[in-house]
């Protein structure tokens, strides 16, 4: 079965410093790996996917993340944080097991990431 | 614009009430999902549906029920056996090989 840990349920990092979420999974199959941002009271904003194309992908906001298979890890990363970056990032595994399709995710239970001016 | 649309945004329930929680999309997907999420917890499976008519369980259904009559519309039912409700859902959908695409939420409070 797939599962997804989120290292730190809360991060900070000061305004321009790197940011650093770290995600690594556990999956059976193949996975599709994916990032969302939720802003407080909104819903899941897709950052990122990773789909077994190229390891290193790039996103929205000026995000990337970078597919180590040896180290089952997914981390994101962005070179310089902004004040707009505060939010909740959530990383997701996918579950492949219906008929092929990407089916259903699987959730870690997110990371807060706070920017200090 | 093509999006998901949850309603109400807010909603508060009775001991002993049922309530349906609304979502709605006009992006064409086939499939859509339900989720729950509580602080510190992530978000949890409630029900999904790949085709009209037909819909599955997820990790957390008990309490909870679903119609897909229409291929845009997919309301959740939390009733009374549900005996913990308070949190924030989730509707999502997607296409058959697409990423999923979230609504804003609604989040449910026991008067």
């Known amino acids: 079965a797939q599962s997804v840990t989120q290292l730190g349920s809360h991060v900070s990092v000061s305004e321009g410093a790197l940011v650093l979420l770290r995600c690594n999974y556990s999956?059976?199959?193949?996975?599709?790996l994916f990032w969302y941002v939720q802003y407080p009271n909104q819903g899941l904003q897709l950052l990122l996917k990773?789909?077994?194309?190229?390891?290193l992908v790039k996103g929205i906001n000026g995000f990337e993340a970078e597919f180590k298979k040896s180290e089952t890890s997914f981390h994101l990363t962005k070179p310089s944080a902004h004040m707009s970056d505060a939010a909740e990032y959530f990383c997701a595994v996918s579950d492949r097991g219906y008929g092929g399709s990407q089916g259903n995710l699987i959730f870690g239970k997110g990371t807060k990431l706070s920017v200090k001016p | 614009d093509g999006g998901i649309t949850q309603s109400p945004k807010y909603l508060f329930r009775k001991e002993g009430q049922n309530v349906t929680l609304s979502c709605e999309q006009n992006?064409?997907?086939?499939?859509m999902y339900w989720y729950r999420q509580d602080p510190g917890q992530g978000l949890r499976l409630i029900y999904y549906s790949q085709i009209v008519n037909d819909f599955q369980k997820g990790d957390i259904a008990e309490g909870y029920s679903v119609s897909r009559e229409k291929k845009e519309s997919f309301p959740l039912t939390v009733t009374s056996a549900q005996k913990n409700p308070t949190a924030f859902y989730l509707c999502?959908?997607?296409?058959?090989?697409?990423?999923?695409?979230f609504g804003d939420g609604t989040r449910l409070s026991i008067l």
């Open positions: 999502a959908s997607s296409h058959f090989l697409g990423p999923q695409h």
């Open positions: 999956s059976s199959v193949p996975p599709y």
């Open positions: 990773y789909t077994s194309a190229a390891t």
């Open positions: 992006l064409n997907h086939d499939a």
